[in-house]
């Protein structure tokens, strides 16, 4: 992704950071939405956050703006609460697929299931069905939002509410649930009635796409039930949030996994 001039400096995003580490996630999402729109927009994977932000911004403004990734492999859970969210907010819901060309040739390549056989090919998978879509997703944007918490993995624990997402082309990327609980999260769909995946209902705090996510027990991290059978905690985490190009997954994926 080509690299942009950033609206905020390294100095100011610390400041800003310092300024809206105490306030709501409906302050920080009042301010963004005023410095940003209609160049801003929130990633959805219609997870617990996800809802929740969505209704806030449209208490905000309802003409803000959503996008998500449709991966062409997500439960039919996710379709429904996609659904149910247009019906209720009026949202023009702006979505992203695949190239599909990319994915007749990694499947024609490695196979319909490719990501169970290594974590290169996992990623590939990744990066062909979510990276590059978000790519383009953000090509207009000066800044993007997600439902990141810091307590829901080990890769979480230090976002910012506020940060340069130096591996999108500099853009701004915000966190409004960073301070956010678990509990938090649900006691605001509860009081709000805000529609949510019926997934969650059945022990999947963490919804991704459906051969890639699993429930989970009382016992085990929120995370656990995706790519359950990678035993790495710390790779638990897809291209949308970490420093790594596509070419280089591309690469990684060849070396790790010749035909």
């Known amino acids: 992704m080509d690299q942009m001039e950033p609206i905020f400096s390294t100095e100011e995003i610390t400041t800003l950071n310092t300024v809206m580490e105490d306030k709501s996630p409906e302050g920080l999402l009042e301010w963004a939405i005023e410095k940003m729109h209609p160049r801003l927009a929130l990633s959805s994977s219609f997870g617990a956050e996800d809802v929740v932000l969505i209704d806030m911004m ?26 149910q969210i247009q019906a209720r907010y009026g949202i023009d819901l702006e979505t992203y697929y695949p190239e599909m060309d990319q994915v007749a040739g990694m499947v ?4 319909f ?10 990623k590939l998978c990744c990066g062909i069905r979510k990276m590059e879509p978000l790519d383009r997703a953000l090509g207009e944007l000066d800044g993007w939002i997600s439902g990141l918490r810091r307590d829901q993995a080990v ?24 301070r956010w609980t678990s509990d938090m999260v649900w006691n605001y769909i509860k ?29 085990e991290d929120s995370r656990a039930g995706r790519w359950w059978w990678e035993l790495d905690p710390n790779a638990k985490e ?22």
């Open 108 to 111: 024609r390549e490695h196979g």
């Open 238 to 259: 897809c291209g949308l949030h970490v420093i790594e190009s596509l070419d280089s997954i591309i690469a990684a994926a060849e070396v790790g996994n010749p035909s």
């Open 191 to 219: 009081q709000n009635n805000v529609p949510y995946n019926e997934l969650h209902d059945n022990n999947y705090p963490s919804i991704g796409c459906a051969p890639c996510t699993r429930a989970i027990s009382v016992d």
């Open 155 to 178: 890769t979480r624990v230090d976002i910012g509410k506020i940060e340069l997402d130096v591996a999108h082309g500099n853009r701004i990327k915000l966190n409004p649930l960073a």
């Open 113 to 122: 299931n490719l990501f169970y056989k290594s974590e290169e090919l996992r």
């Open 58 to 83: 449209w208490r905000i403004n309802r003409s803000v703006r959503v996008f998500t990734l449709d991966t062409l492999r997500l439960p039919t859970e996710t379709y429904t609460v996609m659904d």
